[in-house]
């Protein structure tokens, strides 16, 4: 069965590497990976421009069990330093296991002014298909997000703007991601984006996330590429926060995503 579903892999197509590392932690996946235009705990792995408005340094773990099959779980590791002359970040993620795996590892920097954050980041892509291959490459991304008002956010995403490749015959894809995010009030955030890889047809996400109470929030999103449903819950106690989400697939079932944050002492 594992052998079965690597020559599947395999065989559809090579740039899966960009697709299966594309998400990870619970928030993100609690409101549909809209997240371009939101500074958030992950913000690492989906616009390193969002490091720029993070106020404290942390330490940030999570695992994704999809479809509970134990080949497609992916695990993240990322810690963020935030310092007054700019914000740096490192972190990694993997996904896979012995059979087929790929891994990313990367740092990124951030600097902001008042409104507008700009940042870089440099990853090492790698991967392992048991009996096939072993491939490396080096991807860059670069991002911004901007706040127009104290209620409303946009930003802007660009992965593997160089052209890198793993193979070949095939290149790793350029994808963009233009998004906002729009806080009527400090209890509910909505988030947009759409995400476009040249050559393919755009595709929608959406989240919702609302405070129920204080420390403790309801999430909730849409992913028109990967056509799933989202829901998911965080909840923050002194220097950790906890983070939940499940995502529904209408033939593959049920994904699950866990995150766990610890908040380092301010300087």
Same mark, same amino acid.
């Given at each position: ?8 892999l395999l065989s ?40 720029? /408005? ?7 773990? *999570? ?10 779980? @992916? ?14 970040? $490192? #972190?990694?993620?993997?996904? #896979? ?5 790929? !891994?990313?590892?990367?740092?990124? $920097?951030?600097? *902001? @002014? ?65 998004? #906002?995010? /729009? ?32 420390n403790f929030h309801?999430?909730?999103? $849409? ?24 995502? @529904?697939?209408? @033939? ?10 610890? !908040?380092?002492?301010?300087?």
């Amino acid at each position: 069965m594992r052998k079965t579903l690597l020559y599947l892999l395999l065989s559809s197509t090579f740039t899966f590497a960009q697709n299966s590392l594309s998400g990870v932690g619970g928030k993100s996946w609690g409101m549909g990976h809209a997240m371009v235009a939101l500074p958030h705990s992950q913000t690492f792995f989906y616009n390193p421009a969002g490091l720029g /408005f993070v106020e404290n340094s942390f330490v940030n773990s *999570s695992f994704d069990s999809r479809f509970d099959i134990a080949g497609l779980s @992916t695990m993240s590791l990322s810690a963020v330093l935030a310092e007054k002359w700019a914000t740096v970040a $490192i #972190g990694a993620e993997r996904f #896979g296991d012995q059979l087929y795996n790929e !891994n990313k590892a990367g740092i990124a $920097i951030a600097k *902001s @002014t008042e409104r507008v954050s700009l940042g870089v980041k440099v990853s090492y892509l790698g991967n392992y298909a048991e009996g096939f291959s072993s491939r490396n490459t080096i991807v860059t991304e670069f991002g911004v997000m901007a706040y127009l008002s104290t209620k409303v956010s946009i930003g802007m995403h660009a992965y593997n703007l160089t052209g890198a490749s793993l193979y070949d015959f095939e290149k790793i894809p350029t994808t963009l991601r233009l998004g #906002g995010a /729009f806080q009527p009030t400090t209890k509910i955030t909505i988030a947009a984006e759409t995400e476009y890889i040249p050559s393919e047809k755009p595709f929608f996400k959406a989240g919702l996330e609302y405070m129920l109470f204080e420390n403790f929030h309801l999430r909730t999103g $849409i992913n028109t590429g990967i056509r799933t449903n989202h829901f998911g819950v965080g909840y923050a106690y002194k220097k950790w926060i906890f983070d939940y989400a499940v995502n @529904t697939h209408p @033939t593959l079932g049920l994904s699950h995503h866990f995150s766990l944050q610890l !908040n380092l002492p301010k300087k």
